[in-house]
């Protein structure tokens, strides 16, 4: 399994950023999802998670600004960004949860693990 993180940068208050997270090794409808973030000297924290069945949630501090989404056909996560404030700067992760069906040709089977990015980093400045 691998995720691989993308569209983290600089950017100013108030700007946008569309981060995305491409999923391989297990099939990307299976499980739900998530993005996480770690600011310096904090711990990481949960920002919104998908379900298999669509579902999203967030975190009180990004509703309203962040909305998750994903592409089944792409394999592919994504965290759409708006009106960020410099708080939001921290590395961010995306995570498949646990019971994602993987493939590992000929086999397959439920994972029992969170798999991980390796993380993409985002800074808002004034």
């Known amino acids: 399994v691998q995720l691989v993180e993308s569209g983290g940068g600089s950017v100013q208050t108030g700007g946008s950023l569309k981060l995305s997270c491409a999923a391989s090794?297990?099939?990307?409808?299976?499980?739900?999802m998530g993005w996480y973030r770690q600011a310096p000297g904090k711990e990481r924290e949960l920002v919104s998670t998908?379900?298999?069945?669509?579902?999203?949630t967030y975190a009180d501090s990004v509703k309203g600004r962040f909305t998750i989404s994903q592409d089944n056909a792409k394999n592919t996560l994504y965290l759409q960004m708006n009106s960020l404030k410099i708080e939001d700067t921290a590395v961010y992760y995306c995570a498949a949860d646990p019971g994602c069906t993987v493939v590992e040709t000929p086999y397959r089977y439920r994972s029992m693990t969170t798999y991980w990015g390796q993380g993409t980093q985002v800074t808002v400045s004034s």
């Open positions: 998908i379900s298999s069945d669509g579902t999203t």
């Open positions: 090794g297990y099939i990307f409808s299976s499980c739900g």
